[in-house]
């Protein structure tokens, strides 16, 4: 007669079912954590490049001659230029516009309105609202082209970048002025918050033409340039 062996299977105990679920909840908690900070950062790069290509699509538009007007086909003009205007104020800082400047006094005007805005605005040809709690936190011109050499800065209210044919410099006006003591501004400085308070991008643009996304502003060596 065969005898029949029984093996004897174990399971958890109710402490080591504890401890699983306790490593299981913390590995969670901060999973979904290390998401959102990502998630926080990856919009507000996406965020700097759209403010960063909005600049260079007025620099497109100033310098490869857009034209302007009924339709862009009767009585067209081709000697406007184009530019992006940024205002940190309270009310507008969720937004940023790109304008045609048709009096061509170098800056946007505010009475054209922001986002929405008016209904037919004459220089505004689109807004742009910032979403998910991000903001314009910053606005910084200098003279001179950035970097550890900038002695003369200021940090203005509104910004205006814009560029006209057939010079490929852009022109930086703050608070209406493109001075700071006499000297004209070459560096501008565009700061975006994340709605997390912490995390931060910058567009930089100077009269050269350049545009770049970096983090840390104008002691910066290294930049994610557009131009490369």
Known sequence: MKKKLFKLIKGFTLIELIITI???????TYLLA???KFNQSLLLTNLAYDVALT???AQSYGLNVKAVGPNNAVNPT?????????NKNSSTKSCFVFFVD??????YEQSDGYCPGVTNPVERISSYSIKRGSIISELLVCVGEGGVG????????TLDISFKRPDPAARIFANGVNTI????????EITLLAND??????IIVRTTGQIAITNTGIESVTMDSLDE
């Open 78 to 86: 081709f000697n406007y230029p184009y530019g992006a205007h940024f």
């Open 55 to 57: 600049i260079r699509t």
């Open 22 to 28: 306790a490593i299981f909840a913390a590995m969670t």
């Open 197 to 202: 308070g912490i995390s931060e991008k910058k």
């Open 34 to 36: 290390k998401y959102g």
């Open 150 to 157: 900038n002695v003369l800065c200021a940090t203005p209210d």
């Open 181 to 188: 003591g006499g000297s004209k501004l070459n560096y501008a």
């Open 102 to 107: 048709t009096d061509e006094n170098s800056t």
